[in-house]
């Protein structure tokens, strides 16, 4: 008898997540309908889902969580949304001034923020980043400061014990970082290990951290937890970027910029 009730419970769920991922969202009331369940077995079926990561709990019912797909090479993401990068590249570049001190991440909008960059005086980047090396080595006015560590050939970034230790005993003004996944309740996520320990400790570096994000990494959800919400100072996007997102950012005290 207990095997067959495991087994039933097994079952439902699935048929759980499978409605939930059709309809992207549900609530307790429309599961307890659907499924002719009661409101303590359609919480418990939610719990169990969301404790293996498959759902997301809301306030009254859950999401669908909507994983990242693998990510393509780092060059190859640079032809994508290629014109809206170029836009949010532009307003970003414009927190930069001479004489500071800043600190790119790797990603394909950061590239183009380096690009912008070369123009500058007495300006100090740090960066993991080989892309924005190759962008900024012969500026005149820049001097790149690259850390080392293994190199992540996917990212053309560098990462590892070495990266580590190299950003503990570094200090900057502000940090622009590219991330892979931005969601109101799971914060910002990325899609590899050693490159998401290297984030959270670039995060820590600098008074103003400033994403650079298109519309598409919005409401979605990847393997591995960088930093929550409350860790962003400023956001800066593309017009296409969800409005009940942007809503729910600037009403959490995120500073919201559209190219």
């Known amino acids: 008898m207990p095997d067959t009730l495991v087994e039933s419970a097994t079952e439902r769920q699935r048929r759980l997540l499978a409605w939930i ?16 369940v009661s409101p303590a077995t359609a919480r418990r079926d939610l719990e169990a889902l969301a404790g293996e990561g498959k759902v997301q709990r809301v306030h009254g019912g859950a999401i669908a969580m909507r994983r990242t797909p693998p990510e ?61 090396v190759n962008a900024l080595a012969d500026a005149p006015g820049v001097e790149v400061i690259l850390l080392g560590g293994i190199v992540r050939s996917s990212e053309s970034s560098l990462v590892g014990a070495l990266t580590m230790r190299s950003l503990a005993e570094l200090r900057a003004l502000k940090v622009i970082f590219g991330i892979r996944a931005i969601d109101l309740e799971q914060g910002l996520t990325n899609n590899a290990l050693e490159e998401s320990l290297v984030d959270r ?32 100072d400023v956001i800066v996007t593309d017009a296409a970027a969800p409005a009940d997102m942007i809503a729910a950012l600037r009403t959490a005290g995120v500073d919201v910029r559209i190219a």
């Open 21 to 36: 991922e059709q309809r992207e969202r549900v609530s307790v009331p429309e599961i307890i309908d659907h499924f002719a």
């Open 201 to 232: 400790e670039i995060l820590r570096l600098a008074s103003e951290t400033i994403i650079v994000a298109d519309h598409t990494k919005f409401g979605r959800v990847s393997t591995v937890f960088v930093a929550p919400i409350d860790a962003i």
């Open 72 to 132: 393509p090479p780092v060059l190859q993401r640079a032809l994508e949304q290629a014109e809206e990068k170029k836009g949010i590249a532009a307003l970003a570049a414009s927190f930069v001034a001479d004489g500071e001190t800043i600190f790119l991440s790797s990603g394909t909008t950061v590239m183009e923020v380096a690009h912008l960059l070369r123009d500058r005086r007495d300006l100090t980047v740090f960066t993991n980043s080989l892309l924005v």
